[in-house]
């Protein structure tokens, strides 16, 4: 055992694999226990896999989602072995926890519909994990309340090239068909099948194997609602299967009885916007809107539904409103209903991330200096600055577009401000909050 890996003094070994091997280690600068992933000395002098490796870190990285096992240091022994220094996870594995069985079926939807989120994360992010299995799935403790993280993206591929791929991946029980077929094409529906794989070992003590049978079968207490929405997922055929994780990840939270989660998510074919939290109910035409006192001119202002908070915006962006509040445990803080509202020339459109015209959402908070902003995987981060009560981060040349976001923290107020060629008017926009 090595007494030191940079500059962290090693613990104990937590597990070995083919490829790496994983050691809890104490960060005694910053007084934290960390795992350290250390690829193996075979396979350390191998391009292919030394970049697979670095890879893996950079996902995790770019990701950045409390579902995912979080990356916070990357180095190279001094015998050229490379390391990933990442969250250690307390909790264990869910390979683990199945060796005594199956789980209580409600746990178990539960876990299925955190997993479900985490790879919505991942999706989110741009990438297909293709090797998600009970011992990728770790639990670990986040201010306080044990999460679901996934973990290992050694396989791990870009969504936009997934049509390419050549090379069969995967672990037998848990691969969609499609996995075992090279060149056939996979997108987000194959770590679909691997979620519902994993659901149904929860359920059932065992991953399916061959001719799927439906858990009830293998279970009392399973629902035939379970048993649709596992057999849905585990469709050979994945035009049958749900068609992203969120959706799954919505099914699974609703039959658990976690009907909020459902509610509150934020819309996952918006990627990283927020606005889709504001709840559909509170639409509004906003055509001919007139300015209000203290407005800019030439620009509006709209209230949220409870008449908690009030912003401007540029005539041009007034077409619909949403305004019926919205949950900040998107940004990392407790659940709760707090006033929001969301405004756009169309709030559809709006809500695609890299296409769709300008707009923004505001929603009111407590405790938004602890919030995990949004990140935007296809844009460069340009800027961050301070302002009174909190900054302002700047993401630019977004998808090789004229799309930047504004991701802001002023006081108690949080606003994700989206801008297509034009001058900048976050500040404006700011300024013109009254709350």
């Given at each position: ?184 094409g996979l997108d987000v529906r194959a770590d679909v099948h691997a979620i519902g794989a994993m659901t149904f070992q929860m359920l059932t003590a065992a991953p399916p194997r061959g001719t799927t049978v439906a858990p009830s079968k293998l279970r009392a207490g399973v629902s035939p609602t379970v048993d649709r929405i596992v057999l849905r997922a585990l ?201």
């Amino acid at each position: 055992m090595p007494a030191k890996i940079g500059r962290y003094r090693v613990e104990r070994r937590l597990g070995a694999g083919a490829f790496a091997t994983v050691w809890l280690a104490e960060d005694d600068v910053l007084e934290s226990w960390v795992a350290i992933k250390v690829l193996a000395d075979n396979w350390a002098h191998q391009a292919d896999v030394r970049a697979r490796f670095e890879q893996e870190a950079q996902v995790l990285r770019r990701a950045d989602s409390e579902r995912l096992v979080r990356i916070h240091d990357y180095g190279e022994l001094p015998d050229g072995r490379p390391y990933q220094v990442m969250t250690y996870a307390d909790g264990g594995t869910l390979a683990e926890r199945l060796e005594t069985g199956p789980m209580p079926v409600r746990s178990a939807l539960r876990t299925a519909a955190d997993i479900a989120r985490a790879t919505a994360d991942l999706h989110d992010a741009g990438v297909l994990h293709r090797d998600l299995k009970p011992s990728n799935v770790l639990f670990g403790t986040v201010r306080g309340v044990e999460r679901v993280l996934v973990a290992d993206l050694g396989l791990a591929k870009s969504i936009a090239f997934a049509s390419g791929f050549t090379v069969v991946a995967g672990t037998p029980g848990y691969m969609a068909p499609e996995q075992a077929q090279p060149g056939g094409g996979l997108d987000v529906r194959a770590d679909v099948h691997a979620i519902g794989a994993m659901t149904f070992q929860m359920l059932t003590a065992a991953p399916p194997r061959g001719t799927t049978v439906a858990p009830s079968k293998l279970r009392a207490g399973v629902s035939p609602t379970v048993d649709r929405i596992v057999l849905r997922a585990l469709a050979a055929d994945r035009d049958r299967r749900w068609p992203t994780a969120a959706a799954l990840a919505d099914a699974l939270d609703e039959v658990a009885g976690a009907p909020a989660r459902r509610r509150n998510r934020a819309l996952h074919l918006a990627g990283r916007t927020i606005g889709a939290l504001v709840a559909a109910a509170g639409l509004v035409l906003l055509g001919g809107a007139l300015p209000a006192r203290g407005t800019p001119a030439g620009w509006v202002r709209v209230a949220d539904a409870t008449g908690s908070f009030s912003i401007a915006v540029p005539s041009a962006w007034a077409g619909q409103a949403r305004r019926s509040g919205w949950d900040p445990a998107a940004v990392g803080l407790p659940p709760a209903n707090r006033p929001g509202l969301a405004v756009a020339g169309d709030l559809t459109s709006w809500g695609e991330e890299y296409t769709g015209g300008p707009g923004i959402f505001a929603g009111l908070a407590d405790g938004l200096d602890r919030a995990v902003l949004p990140t935007h995987s296809r844009c460069t981060r340009w800027s961050v600055r301070p302002i009174p009560g909190g900054q302002i981060t700047h993401w630019a040349g977004c998808a090789d577009t004229g799309i930047s976001y504004s991701e802001v923290v002023a006081g108690g107020v949080y606003l994700q401000i989206k801008q297509v060629g034009e001058a900048d008017r976050t500040e404006e926009i700011v300024r013109a909050v009254y709350s």
